[in-house]
């Protein structure tokens, strides 16, 4: 089974930076797609940030031009480098991976981001 382990998160500043990591193991299929999702408390689970197998990428309106996905060229590890940090970016982000001709999902443990004012 997959794994997706997670790091990077922790308490920044409104206007620092962060980067989040997060590296797949277990599967040998490479990604059909891996991304970011974060959730607030109250709030749903929200989609930050893909990046396909043939590197489209794509990200949620309110974080175009600040946050940026990547990854390795083995492409099971992501990255998302979140700049010009806002207080509403304050979520746990959770890595997210698809796998295989059926497309299984995973999910990592999730990361806590806080961006204070």
């Known amino acids: 089974q997959v794994q997706l382990v997670e790091s990077g998160g922790g308490l920044v500043q409104s206007g620092g930076s962060l980067r989040l990591s997060c590296a797949a193991s277990g599967s040998i299929y490479s990604p059909n797609a891996m991304g970011w999702y974060r959730q607030a408390p109250g709030k749903q689970r929200e989609v930050v940030a893909v990046?396909?197998?043939?590197?489209?990428?794509n990200y949620v309106d309110s974080v175009k031009g600040r946050f940026t996905i990547s990854r390795d060229n083995a492409k099971t590890t992501v990255y998302l480098q979140m700049n010009s940090l806002k207080p509403e970016d304050t979520a746990v982000y959770y890595c997210y991976a698809n796998f295989g001709v059926h497309s299984y999902e995973y999910w990592g443990q999730g990361t806590q981001v806080t961006v204070s004012s």
């Open positions: 990046i396909t197998r043939g590197g489209t990428t």
